[in-house]
């Protein structure tokens, strides 16, 4: 039987600076991974976003990739993070505004919905065990406003 599933309870975003890397607006799907796309902002109503190592993902990792759409839902293909009390060992998260919400385990996560002009998908993970990382596809109802 597959390991429980594990969430870490929301927690404040940590202060740091928004990425500074910017990839093109992009009017059609997008596909993203976060071994080569660490950092990027990118403007996209639908794609993709892995953890981009295979077979499994590195230790001592602190990914992630931001995607400006609103109100956008996720839909998790594959999930495998190292299972730990709290996501304490690794952890799979998702930041909108200023609230993330921690994942790990083995059990695909639900949908999850997502309100918001942008989100960020972060892996972060220590240096003992690795697992198979993740796969997704968002989409989004449409361009965030201009500001």
Same mark, same amino acid.
Do not use: W
């Given at each position: &039987? !597959? $390991? @429980?599933? =594990? *969430? +870490? #309870?929301? &927690? !404040? $975003? @940590?202060? =740091? *600076? +928004? #990425?500074? &890397?910017? $990839? @093109?607006?992009? *009017?059609?799907?997008? &596909?993203?991974?976060?071994?080569?796309?660490?950092?990027?902002?990118?403007?996209?109503?639908?794609?993709?976003?892995?953890?981009?190592?295979?077979?499994?993902?590195?230790?001592?990792?602190?990914?992630?990739?931001?995607?400006?759409?609103?109100?956008?839902?996720?839909?998790?293909?594959?999930?495998?993070?190292?299972?730990?009390?709290?996501?304490?060992?690794?952890?799979?998260?998702?930041?909108?505004?200023?609230?993330?919400?921690?994942?790990?385990?083995?059990?695909?996560?639900?949908?999850?919905?997502?309100?918001?002009?942008?989100?960020?998908?972060?892996?972060?993970?220590?240096?003992?065990?690795?697992?198979?990382?993740?796969?997704?596809?968002?989409?989004?109802?449409?361009?965030?406003?201009?500001?």
């Amino acid at each position: &039987t !597959p $390991a @429980p599933e =594990t *969430s +870490a #309870p929301p &927690t !404040p $975003a @940590p202060a =740091t *600076s +928004a #990425p500074t &890397t910017s $990839a @093109p607006s992009a *009017s059609g799907a997008v &596909t993203l991974t976060l071994k080569d796309n660490h950092g990027v902002v990118v403007e996209a109503t639908s794609g993709s976003i892995s953890d981009g190592y295979d077979p499994m993902y590195e230790n001592d990792l602190r990914r992630e990739v931001t995607v400006r759409g609103t109100n956008c839902l996720l839909e998790f293909i594959s999930f495998d993070v190292q299972i730990a009390e709290g996501c304490a060992a690794d952890s799979f998260q998702v930041q909108v505004g200023g609230s993330v919400r921690g994942r790990c385990g083995n059990v695909v996560p639900e949908p999850m919905q997502l309100d918001g002009d942008e989100f960020t998908v972060r892996l972060v993970t220590d240096g003992s065990v690795t697992a198979a990382g993740f796969e997704l596809r968002f989409e989004c109802a449409g361009a965030p406003t201009p500001t």
